[in-house]
């Protein structure tokens, strides 16, 4: 979890809750963990009295069941019962506006417009005595909704780690507050595996303590015994590929790539994945007798390094790189081509770099 959304934690768990808050992101175990942190707050699970009330103190509304803006409203109107807070939870308000659960007494529906409108409204004015949790994974960080929420309340949008610098001491730290110890290599390990994901980042540590059972000290053998080698490995053999100029498997790694779930969206993440790799084997390159103090690489990465750097030269290495520059550069928005079809601007990069390209001199 992100620093402010540890912050925010651990204000929830004093029990300092606010009326209104919003969650939103790629992060679903984070937005989950701050969701189940308020329900223990408002709903403590020792309280006997709280627990026997909360079917009347606790109500969840789904966007695409809502017929009305009114449903969730009165929710929030209702004074609770033997408690001090009332809790009304609404997943996936990009979906309100549909037909929702139908029926006698259903009432009139309200629009998409009409219901966040409504909502803004209750925003303004909330009910002293009740919490109000709205999260969706779809939510636009630049709606309404989230400007009246960041107003009024907490708007927090919980996004994926940027850099593998971040992951990796997320990731050891998550592993201390379970009571275990990642050793260096296993939560670098972790990180190539898996991504920058803290969803599934948070997953693979959770197989990992399953497979090492009560031992507090999770190893690299651990590691690549249990999370099957993605991202790194993926990288590492399609670097491989280019570097021999075999353009045919270099297409089959990447085409596995996408196949095993990369999105175009992931075409600028391959891309960065791609440069900082290049970049790797250049400052191996150019001091090969200090490796690991250049690159930052744990010792069971070294060799590889090693032995990849062999197949380049310095000069196309310079040239790869130039043309990874070029292609960021294309699939930020410098080619419409490119932003069009990020995973056909990829093929592009590795027939001109690999020089696969009848009649086409190589950009690389």
């Known amino acids: 979890m992100s620093d402010p959304g540890k912050a925010l934690l651990a204000k929830i768990q004093r029990g300092a809750l606010e009326p209104v808050y919003l969650f939103y992101g790629d992060e679903p175990a984070a937005i989950r963990a701050l969701v189940e942190a308020i329900r223990a707050a408002v709903v403590p699970p020792e309280d006997a009295v709280a627990a026997s009330m909360a079917a009347f103190n606790h109500e969840r509304f789904d966007g695409a069941e809502v017929r009305a803006a009114s449903q ?32 006698e007494e259903a009432g009139p529906a309200s629009t998409r417009e009409a219901a966040v409108e409504a909502l803004c409204r209750y925003m303004e004015k909330p009910s002293p005595t009740t919490v109000l949790v709205i999260s969706g994974p779809g939510i636009d960080g630049r709606s309404k909704l989230v400007t009246a929420a960041k107003k009024h309340g907490v708007a927090l949008k919980l996004e994926a780690l940027k850099k593998d610098e971040e992951a990796r001491p997320f990731i050891a ?32 540590l959770e197989r990992v303590m399953l497979f090492v059972g009560d031992r507090r000290t999770i190893e690299l053998a651990d590691v690549t015994a249990v999370v099957a080698p993605t991202r790194e ?10 570097g021999r100029g075999d353009f045919q498997a270099a297409l089959r790694e990447l085409a596995g790539m996408f196949q095993g779930g990369e999105k ?24 090969p007798q200090q490796i690991a103090a250049v690159t930052g690489l744990p010792p069971f990465l070294i060799r590889k390094t090693e032995e990849q750097a ?25 080619s419409q081509v490119a932003t069009a079809s990020p995973y056909m601007a990829l093929q592009r990069w590795i027939l001109e770099t ?7 001199e190589s950009r690389a």
């Not at 490995?233 to 280019?242: E, G, R």
Request: aromatic share 4%; net charge positive.
């Open 264 to 287: 175009d969206g992931s075409a600028l993440g391959i891309a960065a994945m791609l440069t900082r790799q290049i970049r790797i084997l250049m400052a191996a390159k150019a001091n």
């Open 310 to 334: 062999r197949g380049f030269s310095m000069s196309r290495l310079r040239a790869v790189y130039a043309g990874l520059v070029r292609l960021d550069s294309d699939l930020k928005g410098g």
């Open 173 to 204: 730290e998550e592993a201390r507050a379970r009571g275990r110890t990642l050793s260096q290599d296993a939560a670098y390990a972790l990180v190539a595996s898996i991504g920058l994901s803290r969803s599934e980042l948070l997953a693979g």
């Open 354 to 360: 690999c020089e696969a390209l009848p009649g086409v």
């Open 233 to 242: 490995a993926d990288i590492f053999a399609l670097t491989d590929a280019v």
């Open 72 to 103: 969730i409203l009165d929710a929030c109107a209702q004074v609770p019962m033997l408690a001090k807070w009332r809790l009304v939870e609404l997943q996936n308000p990009d979906d309100l506006g549909g037909k929702g659960r139908q029926g």
